[in-house]
């Protein structure tokens, strides 16, 4: 035994934990029968000199997945190492009693009993949902970006972001043949509400907007969307009482926009044939969509040109073919849910004017108004299908003499066509109304983009509505 050896018996350290540990087992056991066989088995006599001692067995640790390999005396071995275990828990016992608000260091035998336990645990690998193509499934990333963004539109009911692509949400083809019935008022029961007022927006008339087949508004009407939770009154308008689906022949709906599953439950997705214009200015958008309403044979797309710097298509506009009669309606509204009131957040307006079909005898009655001519003008400029442009010369616009259709049209423009689109078509409107004033005038406006606005834009926007 050398000098390094009798430094480390005389170690003060070492020395203190073996006369506490002596003294833990001691209370513990008051006889010190454990204690004697605690000292037996944990003292070791650095003194003796191991070559000195060839009887000395060395002995392996035995693996646990060997079963009946244990010796008689490896077996009296592992008896005395259950009472040297029980001592040690005993030990541990008495410390935590004696000070509770100290939390306690693990002890080797629980931080090797918690490494066996990790190691043991078998690594369990995930199953992954194939990705699509190329590593990416767009459409499944695409759905759940939009639910992300119409829940987050939903709980602030704030306007869209003006990002391009974000804001057309896929169509859905299981709804294509799902027969929705009709839950609206009863066709047999419910009157004959027709509006023939100018004034038709004031609740003072109580003309009660309907889900009936009715051309309720043959002069027009401005009207709330009603917001669900607040009390009716008259003058607001919900998207069923918009689209009287129970006789709606085509639907032509342009929109920034769109949540189908909502909107196909609001219309007979058997009887009623589709158009939607639709914002889409990458080729490879518009072939997606296509390919995805492809099993849709009463769906078709329009897409409005946006070449060059034209970065959005914003409007919003109706066009309801009924059986008897046209409803136009002009929404402040996009196609969803929130815009349209139905989780209690938004309010919206809508221009609606119900135009009557011309008599089969007299199909050219009726004047040519700088409203119809402005609408076919747009139309042409979104590339709607001229079948169905060439359909409103079937309804009589007579009764839209009194309004002007303002619109904007995105592009460049040349020659005359810039007087008749934005807010110098807005200008051009409001002069051919008759409404100009040199006066000042007051003005009231809602804007979604209000951190867009300029002085320049606004001061546009006043004098155009002068009448300059």
Not at 62 to 75: M, Q
Not at 98 to 120: G, R
Request: glycine share 6%.
């Amino acid at each position: 035994m050398d000098q390094d050896d009798l430094d480390d018996l005389n170690d003060p350290e070492l020395k203190a934990a073996i006369e506490a540990s002596l003294r833990d087992t001691q209370r513990s056991d008051p006889s010190g029968e454990s204690s004697s066989r605690l000292t037996r088995h944990t003292l070791v006599d650095l003194t003796a000199d191991s070559d000195d001692e060839p009887d000395v067995k060395e002995v392996y640790p035995k693996s646990k997945s060997l079963v009946g390999s244990e010796t008689e005396d490896e077996a009296e071995e592992d008896e005395d190492d259950e009472e040297l275990k029980r001592a040690l828990a005993m030990s541990l016992e008495e410390n935590t009693k004696e000070d509770v608000s100290q939390a306690p260091l693990p002890s080797p035998v629980e931080k090797i009993s918690t490494m066996s336990s990790n190691a043991s645990a078998p690594n369990v690998p995930v199953a992954s949902k194939p990705p699509g193509i190329l590593g990416l499934n767009r459409k499944q990333m695409e759905q759940e970006r939009l639910a992300r963004f119409n829940k987050r539109k939903a709980d602030d009911g704030s306007s869209p972001l003006p990002e391009l692509e974000s804001k057309v949400p896929k169509t859905e083809p299981v709804l294509r043949n799902a027969a929705i019935p009709y839950s609206g008022p009863s066709l047999a029961s419910t009157p004959s509400n027709i509006c023939e007022s100018t004034a038709a927006n004031s609740p003072k008339f109580g003309v009660q907007p309907t889900a009936r087949p009715v051309p309720q508004w043959p002069l027009g009407a401005v009207k709330k969307t009603h917001v669900s939770g607040i009390p009716r009154k008259g003058n607001d308008i919900t998207i069923e009482e918009v689209f009287q689906r129970a006789d709606l022949e085509l639907a032509v709906l342009s929109s920034f926009m769109w949540d189908m599953e909502w909107l196909f439950s609001k219309l007979d997705t058997q009887r009623t044939r589709f158009i939607f214009v639709m914002q889409a200015k990458e080729e490879e958008t518009k072939v997606q969509y296509q390919q995805e309403t492809s099993d849709m044979p009463n769906l078709r797309l329009c897409f409005p040109p946006m070449d060059g710097q034209i970065n959005c298509m914003h409007s919003k506009l109706m066009l309801l073919f009924h059986r008897d009669y046209l409803r136009i309606v002009v929404p402040t509204a996009n196609l969803t849910t929130f815009d349209w009131g139905e989780n209690g957040l938004m309010e919206n307006s809508a221009f609606l004017i119900d135009l009557p079909k011309k008599s089969n005898d007299n199909s050219s009655q009726g004047p040519k108004t700088a409203f119809y001519e402005e609408l076919i003008y747009f139309l042409k400029a979104m590339t709607l299908h001229e079948n169905v442009i060439s359909k409103l010369d079937g309804f009589d616009f007579s009764k839209t003499a009194r309004y002007a259709f303002v619109h904007t049209v995105g592009g460049s423009h040349t020659g005359d066509s810039w007087k008749r689109t934005g807010h110098c078509g807005l200008g051009r409107a409001v002069a051919s109304l008759g409404l100009q004033s040199p006066k000042p005038i007051n003005i009231e406006f809602v804007t979604s983009s209000v951190g867009s606005l300029t002085d320049e834009f606004l001061r546009a926007i006043y004098l155009v509505c002068q009448g300059s």
